[in-house]
């Protein structure tokens, strides 16, 4: 099995609660079938994977905490945005492991009330105990990784030994590892049923790299539509390629992705990472009112924007199985006080 044979080459330690629900939407499948096209619209529940409120970046931190004790690292730091998911869940993971942990926080998105700084991630953060340090800048993920890298060198000349987590696209990507076991798993769960299409967040393009060649390892070939949140879709497709090449070499198969596997839209991206627009507002409203579903501004919140988008294009025949991938991220939802600002056709409802 692919897994195995991944879990075998690469340092792994259990983080996540795995499998993770594979469950239909049916009212969302009804809204979007018609008498020309039927849809089963499909989420795959990553939010549900148990570390400190769940979230995708639990498969990640499997590998990277499982090469950090291979190295007998009893120091974990990594950076992230104020309302950083993975910052949550690495914090949690270095605890549960008995690990010191010390994380910092980019200023990524301006402008927002006190709410966003104080609840959700953060406040989960704070109450559980991590040191947290300040980086001004939002777009510099290079700058972001230095810092880590020159207090990793302060701990270690204090006797520590330290292991940082990296941002930028120039360290290998261990994390993408958690997705290409998800891939495996994801098929098993749909057993004799087609896999049609996936719809993911993709930002760092770890988890959007891992499911992708995992998936083409595996022997499928359903498109992966990769939604943006940080950045446009051109440089969104060159890091993605990028990140994929990486990945299929890891694991022995360096041929794997063309550059027509990377399939990414910003439709819904603008005005930026970690700002909400209608589509997104929209979406968070659908999700939660037709199916029950806690989605997030930054991630997910997008992801279903794009999914709904992609789903309206009258170029776009999508259709069958259409997997929603569920990144998690719903304590960033508290960062957003202007979505409990319902009008009134949404109230009414």
């Excluded at 009212?27 to 409120?53: E, F, H, P």
């Excluded at 027509?260 to 005005?271: K, R």
């Excluded at 659908?286 to 170029?315: C, N, Q, V, W």
Aim: hydrophobic share 35%; charged share 20%; net charge negative.
């Amino acid at each position: 099995m692919l897994s195995e044979k991944v879990k075998n080459k690469y340092p792994w330690v259990q983080l996540a609660h795995a499998p993770t629900p594979l469950e239909r939407m049916n009212n969302l499948s009804k809204d979007y079938s018609t008498g020309q096209r039927d849809v089963n619209l499909w989420i795959k529940r990553d939010d549900c994977t148990g570390l400190a409120m769940g979230g995708n970046k639990a498969r990640q931190l499997e590998f990277y905490l499982g090469d950090a004790l291979d190295q007998q690292a009893d120091t974990i730091l990594t950076t992230g945005a104020i309302q950083s998911n993975h910052v949550r869940m690495t914090v949690a993971a270095a605890h549960k492991l008995g690990m010191y942990c010390e994380v910092q926080l980019e200023e990524r998105v301006s402008d927002r009330p006190s709410a966003y700084y104080q609840s959700g991630n953060p406040f989960l953060v704070s109450m559980l105990g991590a040191k947290v340090h300040k980086y001004p800048v939002g777009e510099d993920e290079e700058g972001a990784d230095r810092a880590l890298y020159q207090r990793a060198e302060e701990l270690n000349q204090q006797g520590r030994h330290a292991y940082v987590i990296p941002l930028a696209p120039n360290h290998a990507p261990l994390g993408a590892l958690g997705y290409v076991l998800v891939a495996e798993e994801l098929l098993q769960q749909l057993g004799q049923q087609s896999l049609d299409a996936v719809v993911i967040a993709s930002g760092s393009g770890s988890t959007h790299s891992g499911l992708l060649v995992g998936l083409r390892a595996l022997g499928c070939n359903a498109n992966v539509y990769g939604i943006c949140v940080r950045r446009n879709a051109e440089l969104q497709k060159a890091r993605m390629f990028k990140r994929c090449q990486e990945v299929a070499q890891m694991i022995g198969q360096p041929d794997l992705i063309t550059e027509s596997d990377i399939i990414v839209t910003d439709a819904v991206l603008s005005p930026g990472y970690g700002r909400l627009n209608d589509a997104t507002t929209e979406a968070i409203y659908k999700a939660g009112r037709r199916e029950g579903i806690l989605l997030d501004p930054t991630y997910s919140g997008k992801a279903m924007a794009g999914l709904f988008h992609l789903l309206d294009k009258k170029d776009l025949n999508l259709q069958g199985n259409i997997v929603f991938l569920h990144t998690g991220g719903a304590p960033g939802a508290f960062g957003y006080p202007e979505l409990s600002s319902l009008n009134l056709e949404h109230s009414s409802e």
